[in-house]
């Protein structure tokens, strides 16, 4: 990791240049809320903005992708792929959302290896922000870890007064601020000491959730029985929305869409859902998670348990979507454990 410094007033001239020569995504103002999208204008970035509505995944894994195209001819299948690639800079992304796309990184390159993801993926440079402060009431991300970036960047930027620091994690992030200063002693020493007054800040708010990071997949395997289950589950209405804006969210189906001739289709796949009825049914009308409870369950134990258990980690960030987006209110998965800790002394 390098440490630089960029002058404030530098950064806009910076981000104009970029926007010049490549497409650079950051989150804008859409009426009462913040979406990533293309910039014309570096003014147009929301520095500080709560979570966007969707995830930063849609530019590397977006909902509905269309993976290849078919012909049949002569007793032949012409098969082409259809991944379409773009170099892009992705901008102002919080921590949380790093880690999810540094656990996204993973998931695509495990025993199946994905061809789409990796290419998207490699076109992209990251440049994160730091948040210094909790972007929204629903965010949760340092009791999980997500409020450090864990070096999944190329380029991250913390305000510390009249200028950024820049660490650049990549010869790409380096690229970005080419001629920036080298950090002295002295801008380290502030860095930290700005890094030391946000985790107080974020401790102080989320002081009430208990259990420790660590302790989630062991407090999980001991309540699968738990009374909060049903409690939360009645209240689900089944509608998907948590996972649809979840950033660590990955299910997908395949559907193929045949052209009425009968000769040549796509095949796409499209976001699905572990909350949604539809999800766990099979080909015999049987369905082994008919009950929202039972969903419920489910995709908590995915988030703080079996993937923990996989890849030693969290596989929810505290980004605190799912909490803004559950019309019924319905708690985030640490929130969910919190609870059953929270019985229990
Ligand atoms: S489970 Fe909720 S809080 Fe956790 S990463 Fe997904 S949307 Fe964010
Ligand atoms: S958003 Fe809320 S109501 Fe909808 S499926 Fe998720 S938990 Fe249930």
Redesign the pocket.
């Known amino acids: 990791m390098k440490n630089y410094i960029v002058k404030k007033e530098r950064l806009n001239d910076l981000i104009e240049n970029l926007i010049k020569t490549n497409e650079v995504i950051a989150p804008v103002a859409h009426e009462n809320f913040t979406a990533f999208a293309p910039l014309s204008s570096p003014d147009q970035i929301v520095w500080g903005a709560p979570q966007t509505v969707i995830p930063p995944k849609q530019f590397l894994y977006p909902q509905s992708e269309d993976l290849l195209a078919y012909e049949f001819s002569n007793d032949e299948v012409k098969i082409t792929g259809l991944n379409t690639v773009k170099e892009r800079i992705l901008f102002g992304v919080h921590p949380c959302d790093l880690n999810a796309i540094g656990q996204m990184d993973r998931v695509w390159a495990e025993k199946n290896i994905d061809s789409n993801y990796p290419a998207k993926r490699k076109a992209m440079t990251l440049v994160g922000v730091d948040c210094l402060t909790p972007c929204s009431p629903e965010a949760i991300c340092l009791r999980l870890g997500g409020l450090d970036p864990k070096g999944r960047f190329d380029l991250f930027l913390t305000d510390i007064g009249n200028s950024f620091s820049a660490e650049a994690a990549t010869p790409k992030g380096e690229a970005l601020i080419e001629g920036a200063v080298a950090a002295k002693a002295a801008d380290k020493k502030k860095l930290s000491a700005v890094r030391k007054k946000r985790n107080l800040i974020f401790d102080k708010k989320e002081k009430k959730l208990l259990p420790k990071y660590q302790d989630l997949p062991k407090l999980m395997k001991a309540n699968v029985d738990h009374p909060v289950w049903e409690e939360h589950g009645k209240l ?8 649809m804006v979840c950033p660590t969210c990955y299910c997908f189906d395949v559907q193929d869409y045949m052209h009425v001739s009968l000769v040549k289709g796509v095949r796409s796949r499209v976001w699905d859902g572990c ?1 949604t009825e539809e999800f766990a049914k099979v080909a015999s009308g049987e369905n082994f998670r008919e009950d ?1 409870s039972h969903r ?1 369950r489910h995709r908590t134990y995915r988030k703080l348990n079996y993937l923990f258990d996989k890849w030693g980690e969290s596989f929810c960030t505290g980004c605190g979507r ?1 909490i803004k ?4 209110k ?1 708690v985030s998965p640490l929130e969910i454990a919190n609870e059953i800790y929270s019985r229990k002394i």
């Open positions: 689900c209405y089944g509608c998907g929305s948590c996972n909350m929202r419920l799912c987006a559950c019309l019924t319905i």
